[in-house]
């Protein structure tokens, strides 16, 4: 077990798309929040996905991201996604991925390191 790894990150257009990625063993087992960081220290929520799929968002990027995770028996299962598209300047951010799970090493809360995304008008 070990601290969450986010990748996928980078810098695009506006109205381009990155897909980001957060993996770690056992993370089936998780709902996993996806955060972001603003330029100006602010962390805000962006979306939450359960472990049944389901899917939720802040109201300013709802119709633009896109969470997901990896199908189960597959090398993916414990990978969870943020599909980004139409991508404003406004979602420049570090994003990280979180959970609070038992993944093997008893009932904690894990963070990833963040990945930058820049978006340029």
């Known amino acids: 077990q070990g601290r969450l790894v986010e990748s996928g990150g980078g810098s695009a257009q506006a109205g381009g798309s990155l897909r980001l990625s957060c993996t770690a063993f056992n993370l089936k087992l998780c709902d996993v929040d996806w955060y972001r960081q603003t330029t100006y220290g602010v962390r805000e929520w962006v979306s939450k996905i359960t472990i049944k799929n389901e899917a939720t968002y802040r109201d300013d990027v709802i119709g633009r991201f896109t969470a997901s995770r990896g199908r189960i028996f597959d090398p993916t299962q414990d990978t969870v996604y943020l599909q980004t598209t139409d991508l404003k300047p406004e979602d420049t951010a570090t994003y990280s991925c979180?959970?609070?799970?038992?993944?093997?090493?008893?009932?904690?809360?894990?963070w990833g390191q963040g990945t930058q995304v820049i978006v340029s008008p």
């Open positions: 979180s959970t609070s799970c038992d993944m093997g090493g008893g009932w904690r809360t894990y």
